[in-house]
């Protein structure tokens, strides 16, 4: 099984602040890695697939990097309803496995 | 728009059964892979199960093999998740969701929760 290991886990960052989430695969994933993002009593959103892809609907303040075994998770300008929970989750192999979650907080 | 509607979720006794069902609309239902996703209360996400393109290749968690059986009737519209011999670790919300690629989660239900309790 994949681990998928997510730092920080609580970001307090400003509105208008850039944040950075990390995701580190226990082993290579390749490019097979999306993003999450989930608020309080919601279901997850995809935002970022394969990735660096953007999913349908999603700005552009979001971009996702990497390949391999780290990953990350770019929000250029914080925007007040960006203050959520984000998780990463591979495709590589069985089983999928997300990671722990980073909690992006208002400072 | 597409649309995934979880029912099912109620309290049970451990080791007692229940079935979820999600309603999907707003898509060619047929032409999709879906799967279960849950969530512990306060907890992160833990995929359950999937079916992995339109045939009948399904894939489980460790936790939940041999307990659980995902089923589908295309005819319907609606993704099953048969959930037998429960155990209060089981107790979460569960999620449908509709993938692209296969398996990353694309649209989700608003989830339906069980509670395994005594």
């Known amino acids: 099984e994949i681990v998928l290991t997510q730092s920080p886990a609580t970001l307090s960052l400003s509105p208008g602040e850039g944040a950075t989430l990390s995701c580190r695969a226990s082993q290579s994933v390749s490019s097979y890695l999306a993003w999450f993002q989930q608020k309080p009593g919601q279901a997850p959103r995809l935002l970022i697939y394969d990735a660096s892809n953007r999913a349908a609907g999603i700005p552009a303040r979001f971009s996702g990097s990497g390949s391999g075994t780290d990953f990350t998770l770019t929000i250029s300008s914080l925007e007040p309803e960006d203050f959520a929970v984000y998780y990463c989750?591979?495709?590589?192999?069985?089983?999928?496995?997300f990671g722990g979650g980073t909690k992006v907080e208002i400072k | 728009e597409v649309q995934l509607l979880e029912s099912g979720g109620a309290l049970v006794q451990p080791g007692g059964s229940l079935r979820l069902s999600c309603a999907a609309s707003g898509f060619t239902f047929s032409s999709y892979a879906m799967s279960w996703v849950r969530q512990a209360p306060g907890k992160g996400l833990e995929w359950v199960s999937s079916?992995?393109?339109?045939?009948?290749?399904?894939n489980y968690a460790d936790s939940v093999k041999g307990r659980f059986t995902i089923s589908r009737d295309n005819s319907k519209n609606t993704l099953y998740l048969q959930m037998n011999s429960l155990r209060a670790e089981d107790t979460a919300v569960y999620y449908c969701a509709k993938a692209i690629s296969g398996t990353y989660f694309e649209s989700w239900g608003q989830g339906t929760l069980v509670t395994v309790s005594s």
């Open positions: 989750q591979h495709r590589s192999n069985w089983p999928l496995t």
């Open positions: 079916f992995t393109g339109t045939g009948d290749n399904t």
